[in-house]
C-alpha cells in the first residue's frame, strides 16, 4: 500500500519550478519568433508525475500495489506525518487489502515510525529506505554491496530506539532497568563496530582505485562522466557510444557500480567514458556519502554529460534535482554538456521547441541518432590534451612511429621521397610531442618547412 504526501510548501515550489520552465520556454520561443508554444501546459510538473516515480520505486522494489492513498495538508503531522483522521483511514484500508507493507513517498522521523508501525500489523518503510532497500537489490559487487550497507546502517543507527517490544523503553528506577535497554546499548555497539569495519574497507578501495588512477594519468587519458536523473537512459546511451553491452533497464537504479570504458573521439583523442549511478529527487544524504568512493569519477572528469529524459513531463524539475546533487558534490562547476535522450519518444511538434535549446544536443541511444554531434561537442569542450597540428619528417624504417601516428591522428596530408616520409598530423598534443625529434619546423626563407 502507497501512502503519496504533499505538503503546500513543496506545492509552491512545485509551482515555482513549473513558472521557471514556463519562462524559459516562452523566451525560446519568442528567440525563434513563435507566437505560442503549442502542446505546453502547465501540468509539465505535477504532481501526479511525482506519485507515478514512487509507483515505479515500489516496483522496481518488486512490490505489488494493493492501494494508493493520497494526503494534502498545509504541513507534517509532528505524531503520525498524515495525521489522526488519514492514520485511521490507513488502517482501514490495510485490513480490507491485506496489505503486508506501507510505503510513504516522505521521510519519516523515529517517533512518527514507531507512532504509525504501533497502530498497524504490518511493517511501514518511508521513501529512504525503499531507496535504500532497491540499491541493495542491484548492488552485484563487493564494493556496491559494502556502500549500501554503509548507508542503510547509517539509516537504522538513528531509529533503533523503541522498535520492537523488546527494546522499548523502560523506567529508570530501582527495580526497572531491564534487557530492553542492554539490548539497544548492544545493537548499537555491534553496529557502530560494522561502521567502522565498513569505512576501512572503503578507505581500501578508495586507495585502490587512487593507484589505479595515478597509473591512468600517467598516460594523459581525460576522463568524461555520465550523470542524470534515474532511468534517463545513460546506461543505453554508454552501450551506444562504447559498445560496451553493460545493463540497460527500464528499473530504476539498475546501475549502481561505475562503468569505465574507452572511447575515441572524431579528433582520434581517447578518453574514459563513465558510467554513475542515477539521481533522484529527495536523495537520501546517506547514499550520497556512502557512495563517494564510486562518485570519485564524477569529481574527477574533465567533462560531465547531464543525460536528461527528453520525453519525461518532469524534466525541469529533474534537471534541478541532479544539479542539486552536483553541487553536494562539489562538482556543480565543472564543463557540463546537456543531453536531451530518449528524443525518438518526444512528438514533432514538440521535438521543435527543444531544438530552441541551443545548449543541449538531441539524441537517440536506441536509434543511435545525435551521438556524431555529441562526440564533436566533446571534442570540442575538451581542453585537456589539446589538439595540434605538426609536420613531421621520419624515415620509412620507422614504421611503429607512422602506425602510431595514423592510428592516433588525423593525417592531412603524407608524401614519400626516397627513404623519407613527410606528413602533417592534426591529433593529441601528447601523442605528436612524444616524437618531437621528427618535427619539422616552418623555414622562414621560403615559407617551407624544415627539420630540426
Known sequence: MLVVVEFSGELRERKQ????????????????????????????????????????????????????????????????????????????????????????DHDLTPSQLRNIEARLPCHVIDRSQLILDIFARHAKTSEGQLQVELAQLEYQLPR??????????????????????????????????????IKTQLDA???????????????????????GYTNAGKSTLFNALTEAGVLESARMFATLDPKLRQLQLPSRRKILLSDTVGFIRNLPHTLVTSFRATLEEVERAEILLHVQDAASPIREEQKIQVEKVLAE??????????????????????????????????VSSLQHTGLEKLLNAIDTALVVDPLVETSFRLPQSEGAILASLEGGAIIDEKRFEGNLVFLRARGPASLLDRYRRFHMKPDLSNGRVSAK
Do not use: W
Open 329 to 362: 558534490l562539489g562538482v556543480s562547476t565543472k564543463p557540463m554538456i546537456q543531453v536531451l535522450n530518449k528524443a525518438d519518444l518526444v512528438p514533432a511538434q514538440e521535438l521543435a521547441h527543444l531544438s530552441n535549446d541551443c545548449e543541449a544536443i538531441r
Open 17 to 104: 519550478l513549473t513558472a521557471a520552465a514556463r519562462l524559459a520556454r516562452t523566451a525560446a520561443a519568442v528567440v525563434a519568433g513563435e507566437k505560442d508554444l503549442p502542446g505546453y501546459t502547465a501540468s509539465t510538473l505535477n504532481f501526479d508525475a511525482s506519485r507515478a516515480e514512487f509507483e515505479e520505486l515500489a516496483r522496481s522494489a518488486g512490490a505489488t500495489i494493493a492501494a494508493i492513498l493520497i494526503q494534502r495538508r498545509q504541513k507534517a503531522d509532528p505524531f503520525s506525518l498524515v495525521g489522526q483522521g488519514k492514520l485511521e483511514e490507513i488502517v482501514g484500508v490495510v485490513a480490507s487489502t491485506n496489505a503486508s507493507l506501507v510505503l510513504f
Open 160 to 197: 533503533l530506539a523503541g522498535r520492537g517490544r523488546a527494546m522499548s523503553q523502560l523506567g529508570g528506577g530501582i527495580g526497572t532497568r531491564g534487557p530492553g535497554e542492554t539490548q539497544l546499548e548492544t545493537d548499537r555497539r555491534k553496529i557502530n563496530l560494522r561502521l567502522d569495519h
Open 205 to 227: 578501495v578508495r586507495r585502490i582505485r587512487h593507484q589505479q588512477r595515478q597509473r591512468r594519468e600517467a598516460v594523459p587519458v581525460p576522463v568524461v562522466a555520465l550523470v
